[in-house]
């Protein structure tokens, strides 16, 4: 490729003729060069019939630096892409020593079907070997590498790229004129380690900004197998593994944190995968599914996530203090089935979160008025979906066929409260008032007083709340105070320090002013 400049050659060399044509031989050869230095000893034969000469050589390298190797690729045989591939990918690193044996005819060089023996040696240490463009480099690998005619077997035991550490690793390309490189890696890390590597790799390179949101603590293993063709032309193929044990999960934007992560992990190069990890939420034992990229099984889908478990209301919302009102909706403990999605409807589009929560309530009893009081063993299906981040997203409720609702959440930022319109039955409001709470529909049955101190007190126990906007809905069998009054049309809004009310019913008619101090108790 470019003159050999050597700053040192000694030894002795001699030629001599025989039948079979003329001999060189050389021995105690010493050879210095920029970046190299070892010793020679073997002999040539030039064929009396002529043609390229059969060789006879050992060599051995005392000590080089991996980029010089790059000086004795045999460009000539060799096809540009392996060339390219080895040019890029022995980026540093020391031979501590080598050994080179080669015997055959030149005429059959590199010995493709063994009609001659090259073997090369070397122990290296300190490589740094960028082993695929898009792939990190690995970093102080410890390897022995084997070449013997056309291939290539590299044995690492120590190295590592980005934290990640390789406890094991084989490399073998097979021929380098089909130029297929064969990876096996085997090793552990950091959390953190693993999931930057999955960040900066063909793993979720696209995903990286939603990635860049998760904090992984603790430690796990892995193992993948990657197929590279050096050359381009096919695509390459990646299958690994990946476990985690006592890990903790967290999205501090999400204000999410998951503790004691385990479980296997799958990865190719479509995404990454996790079927059934174990974790604790609040100490609640869940199970975990994530699913990055190509594993959604959706293109518009980032990243997808489920956890399933076991929780009280007040466990769900522990971390949202604005909603703290919630947990005080009931008392018990339901199965919850909580998904979240990252999605992008086209490649420039904003990616868009949902949190998705999924319920029979059963185990959880409501303390609400009726329609909504709930004994813990009865059934009514919640349906939860609300935008991400939190701050004035909307939310769209459903509880069985009972009740429907649209929220905005509350913004700490801007200091927007919390606006809610809800709507028994099955039709979902379409739309919101500018703040509290705003009930419309047909119910079958109502408590009045209940849903009244409840909404001007705020709908949950301690009072944090939407207070109510206003209420104009029917009812086919009414609760005052405890009476029931039959079918009515209810209307309310709050004025000042009194709530309004019209009813009209063939029980009770007619305009009411209530004094709201005290009406919640």
């Given at each position: ?6 700053t040192?050659?000694?030894?002795n060399?001699a ?15 010493d050879?210095?060069?920029a970046?190299?230095?070892?010793s020679?000893r ?15 050589l ?14 004795f690729?045999?460009?000539?045989v ?8 080895l040019?890029?990918?022995?980026v540093a ?16 060089w590199?010995?493709?079907?063994n ?15 960028a ?60 959390g953190a ?8 790799s063909?793993i ?33 193929v ?6 985690l044990?006592?890990a ?5 934007a ?12 799958a ?8 079927d ?18 190509g ?18 209301l ?9 909603l703290?009102?919630?947990?005080a ?10 998904s979240?999605?990252?999605t ?8 868009a979160?949902t949190?998705?929560v ?20 009865a059934?009514?299906p919640?349906t939860?979906?609300?935008g ?7 939310i ?5 066929d ?19 319109a ?5 039709t ?9 709470l ?24 301690d009072?944090?709340?939407p ?16 009476r ?9 809004a709050?004025?000042s320090?009194?709530l ?21 108790k």
């Amino acid at each position: 490729r470019e003159p050999f400049v050597l700053t040192r050659l000694a030894g002795n060399l001699a030629a001599w003729p025989s039948p079979e044509g003329w001999h060189l031989g050389v021995a105690g050869l010493d050879f210095i060069g920029a970046g190299y230095a070892g010793s020679a000893r073997g002999e040539l034969t030039f064929p009396a019939a002529g043609g390229l000469p059969f060789l006879e050589l050992y060599a051995r390298v005392d000590q080089a630096e991996v980029p010089a190797a790059k000086l004795f690729w045999p460009v000539n045989v060799m096809p540009a892409g392996t060339v390219a591939w080895l040019d890029h990918a022995l980026v540093a690193g020391r031979v501590e020593h080598g050994d080179v044996l080669v015997r055959g005819s030149l005429a059959d060089w590199p010995f493709h079907h063994n009609e001659g023996r090259f073997e090369a040696r070397a122990e290296i240490d300190g490589l740094t070997l960028a082993y695929g463009a898009d792939w990190p480099a690995a970093e102080n690998v410890h390897a022995v590498a084997n070449f013997i005619n056309g291939g290539m077997l590299v044995e690492a035991d120590a190295g590592g790229s980005l934290g990640v550490v390789a406890r094991r690793a084989v490399a073998l390309i097979p021929d380098f004129h089909t130029a297929l490189l064969d990876l096996n890696v085997d090793g552990s890390g950091p959390g953190a380690a693993l999931l930057a590597f999955a960040r900066r790799s063909p793993i979720a390179r696209a995903q990286a900004a939603e990635l860049g949101q998760l904090r992984l603590a603790g430690r796990g293993d892995f193992s993948f197998h990657l197929v590279l063709p050096l050359a381009g032309g096919d695509e390459p193929v990646l299958a690994g593994s990946a476990r985690l044990a006592g890990a903790t999960l967290s999205a501090p934007a999400w204000k999410l944190k998951l503790e004691q992560l385990e479980g296997p992990l799958a990865f190719d190069l479509e995404g990454l995968r996790a079927d059934a990890l174990k974790a604790r939420l609040h100490g609640v034992p869940a199970t975990l599914t994530l699913a990055v990229a190509g594993a959604t099984g959706r293109p518009d889908t980032l990243l997808a996530a489920g956890l399933s478990g076991d929780w009280q209301l007040s466990e769900l919302v522990a971390d949202y203090p604005d909603l703290a009102w919630i947990g005080a909706l009931g008392s018990g403990r339901a199965a919850f089935d909580i998904s979240y999605r990252i999605t992008r409807e086209a490649p420039t589009a904003a990616a868009a979160q949902t949190l998705g929560v999924r319920s029979t309530l059963a185990g959880i009893a409501l303390d609400l008025p009726a329609p909504l009081a709930k004994p813990a063993a009865a059934n009514l299906p919640l349906t939860l979906d609300i935008g991400l981040p939190l701050d004035a997203a909307p939310i769209r409720l459903a509880l069985g066929d009972t009740l429907r609702g649209l929220l905005r959440a509350p913004d700490a930022e801007t200091h927007q409260p919390l606006a809610a319109a809800l709507a028994w039955g099955q039709t979902m409001p379409t739309a919101l008032p500018p703040a509290g709470l705003r009930i419309r529909g047909h119910a079958t049955t109502f408590d009045v007083t209940g849903w009244v101190a409840r909404a001007v007190a705020g709908t949950g126990a301690d009072g944090s709340g939407p207070a109510l906007e206003s209420l104009d809905m029917h009812s086919d069998q009414t609760e005052w105070f405890g009476r029931q009054l039959g079918a009515m049309q209810l209307r309310a809004a709050p004025e000042s320090d009194t709530l309004r009310i019209e009813v009209d019913g063939e029980a009770l008619a007619g305009h009411f002013s209530v004094p709201t101090a005290g009406l919640d108790k």
